[in-house]
Each structure stands twice: as structure tokens, then as C-alpha cells.
């Protein structure tokens, strides 16, 4: 099913390729704050009919690279992550309580999995320690919604932690009944964004807590010294806040991957700082929720090492969640990079240079300097 995203008002703002929409002040509360207001990049993605509606995921793929050869599927394990010390206020009711969420973690199964990740199945445990990506989801979309990438991911012998966010998930939209065209409340809403990166850091720490859990079927399985961050619209935001801004930085971030994001301005702190992080940017040209400028200018501004992939005609979401040539270019592309700067088998600078050139689907820019 084809993922879309309603028409909401906006306003032009500022400099060239800047877009904004005026939002109301947060009512989400970290340690017991209330949050300034905020003018957001439109990076939202929704699910039309709310969280009901899921992306058909992907055939299974043949298991390639030195981590996957016992790997036969795609393993799914879920818990619920509690933030001690952060407060989770809903825009809608004014209701507060410790900040929680569940997180699913993805990972390299035994079982054979041909459409859903198989709950709980035994892990495919002759390449571990797998490296481990924290996946970051677009505004009223949950992780489940992208599972052509994480898949592609996980039998390539990554682990996949994904946070369901508590307040800009589809879930959330559908939990609290947040009807999108109240703009002022959906708003709201997206606004916990400035929260997310603190969610992603939580992620890793329970990633930790699993992986010394010898009863959960995740134990053992991550390189806790192998981490990179990833997330797609309003959680690509997320994810270069969280892996290149000093407001969120966590330095146990190796690489990270942003797509179709943005520099979002509410993160107060200065983007790229030293050292730099390996960053792979990807953004479709027919976008229109984020447009493609913006993610030119991350390309742009970021130090090297650094990839922009382009992928020709692609809206904001097909290449994500769906199965097809846009994915298969997003998907090749990412493990060419994460083997080069987190997995241990780094390509030759020629072909992470090129492997995202393919006629009619994508081109690629790089600076591996």
C-alpha cells in the first residue's frame, strides 16, 4: 500500500529552500519542563486510516556478506522501555507520567521468514556479535511501516532497534484519536520530536541491558562497539540530531543515515562539530513533504566522510517502504557504507563512490576525503 502524506498549511520562511510551518508551544515535558514553542520542517509522513494500515513487507532476500551465512530470516523481539527522570505529557489530555515506548528489536533469525519477522524465533548466532542500527521513524508512521529496509538490513547481519516514539508514532496518532487536520493538535504532537533523540539514546542503553540478558533471544548478539543511527523524515531530523548536533550528540555513534531529513532548527546546538561522523544522506527528487534542497544542504554542509544518494522520480516514502528498485539502491548503498565505517569490511572507496549510480533510479555524490 502507498503511503502518503495530507496537504497541511505551511509558510515560506527565511532563506532559500527553507520551509517551516508555525507550530504551537510543546506541551511535552522532559524532567518536568515545558518545552518552547517551535518552527517545524515539514518532514511529517502519515498513514492514511491511522495505525491500522501497514507497508506489505518485502520477499524474503538471499543472505549475502561475512556476517549473514547462518542467517535464514528475520527475528522480532519487543519490550517496553522506560526513561526514569523523563516526563511524557499528551498534548491532548495534559496527562503526565514517566516518558516509555516500545522498542522492536530486529534481528538475524534461524527461523525462515518470508513477509513478518518471526516473534521471539531462535537467533542465528554463527556471525555474532552483529553491529547494531537504531532506526528512527517518520511522524505518524510506525517501525514496522519500513521493514523493506530493516529487513534488508538484518539478513545483511545488522541488528535493528526501533523505537515505537510514544507521541509521533501511528500508534500514538490512533491511541490518543489525533485527528490530523486539527493542525494546532497534530502539531503538538510532532513536536516531541525535540524529545526523540533522548528516546534513541534509551534504545541503546536497553539494547545493552538485553544483550547481557541470557533469557531473551537478542543475548549475545550485539557489537555494543558498533553502532550507527538511522531514521527517515521526521526521524531522519531525529537521527542527525542525535549523531551531529552538540544539543543531542551521543558519541557511541559511528555512522549515521539520514533520510529524506533535514537540519531541523528547533535543535538548539551547532550540526557537525568535530570529529566527524560518516554520513550517508538519501532523498528522493519528486518529494514533495521534504523538499529535495534540504537535503542537499545537509550534503552540503557536512564534513566528509560523506554520501548524498538521489534517488530520480521517488517520492517521500516508496523507497523506504515499499520493494522495489528505489529500495534495492537505498538498501545496497547503506551496506556499502555501513561495511566501510561500522561493520569491519570496509569497500573500496571506488565502488561506495558508485554503487549508488544505477541508469533511471538513483545517482550518486561522494566525499570520502
Known sequence: MQLRKPSRITVIVGSVGAVVVLVAALLVANRSTVAPSRLTVPTATTVPGGAQETVAPPPPRQSQGH?????????????TVTETGRILCVPSTGSCSTRSYLLHVYYPSTTRTEVMPSINSAPATGGSPYPLIVFAAGFDVDPSNYLPLINGWVRRGYVVAAPRFPLSSAWAIAHYGVNLSNTQLSDEFESDMLNQPGDMRAAITEVGLLNSNPAIPVSGLVNMNEIAAAGQSDGGDTTLAFADNTCC??????????????????????????????????QGTADTVNPPQLSAEIYAQAPSPKVLLQLLGADHLEAYTQTNAYEASVLRTSLAFLATYLGGAPVAATHLASVGDVAGVSSEQADLS
Do not use: C, N, W
Not at 266 to 282: K, N, R
Open 249 to 282: 550528540r551521543d558519541s557511541a555513534v559511528k555512522a549515521a543515515i539520514v533520510l529524506s531529513g533535514a537540519e531541523f532548527p528547533p535543535f538548539h546546538g551547532q550540526y557537525f562539530p568535530s570529529p566527524p561522523v560518516p554520513l550517508m544522506v538519501a
Open 67 to 79: 556476517h549473514s551465512s547462518r542467517i535464514r530470516g528475520v527475528g522480532e523481539y519487543s519490550t
